[in-house]
């Protein structure tokens, strides 16, 4: 996204941004004008970009955004060598297995994932489970990009798809640790 030197500007999509590149750094997202992302199997869904640091200048860089799994969707066995992350749930219902232990997910839980926890995410409800997540350092989000598709607000939800024959090398190039166990 090419954004104006400190001057408010509305975009094609409605959303508002502060570019903030010559003084103070702010920057409002709609639904409208994040980045979006299609997810492929087994996760489906979709992941949304709010900030990051190639949208808005930081001292310490950082992505959050939020992500949409639908019933039957998982989130594979993974962990982060170098990240820390933060997910707080919104709606829907299902479970997450931390390093093998498996708790209930639902609207208003919270979790903290330090490095190198494995963690899975599964949704076993019958509607959409939604979260904000937080990640520092940044980087999850080059992830979501480089595996999936874009997404447009609005756009009915594509074909389940494969992930790309790559991504072992987006894994490695991205937030993946290494030595993750694979589901």
């Known amino acids: 996204m090419n954004h104006p030197a400190a001057t408010e500007t509305q975009d094609p999509k409605g959303a508002i941004h502060e570019a903030a590149r010559a003084g103070g750094k702010y ?24 900030v990051a640091p190639h ?13 949409t799994l639908p019933p039957g969707g998982v989130v594979r066995k993974h962990s982060h060598d170098a990240n820390e ?8 219902s299902g479970k997450a297995i931390l390093d093998g232990e498996e708790y209930r997910l639902g609207a ?10 494995t ?4 949704n076993d409800g019958d509607t959409d489970l939604h979260w904000a997540w937080f990640f520092v350092p940044s980087g999850l989000e080059t992830f979501f990009r480089d595996i999936g598709r874009t997404r447009q607000p609005g756009e009915p939800a594509p074909e389940p798809f494969d992930r790309p024959e790559n991504v072992a090398e ?3 190039r991205t937030v993946f640790a290494t030595a ?3 589901q």
Not at 31 to 45: C, F, L
Not at 55 to 67: A, R
Not at 85 to 92: A, K, N, P, R, W
């Open 27 to 50: 920057m409002v997202v709609t639904p409208d004008g994040e980045e979006s992302y299609w997810q492929p199997k087994p996760a489906n869904g979709h992941a949304s970009v709010h």
């Open 119 to 122: 963690h899975t995410f599964i």
């Open 170 to 172: 987006i894994e490695a």
């Open 55 to 67: 949208l808005v200048p930081m001292d310490v860089p950082f992505s959050t955004g939020t992500q």
């Open 108 to 117: 208003g839980t919270t979790l903290f994932l330090g490095k190198l926890r």
């Open 85 to 92: 992350e933060v997910l707080h749930f919104i709606s829907g």
């Open 180 to 182: 993750a166990v694979k």
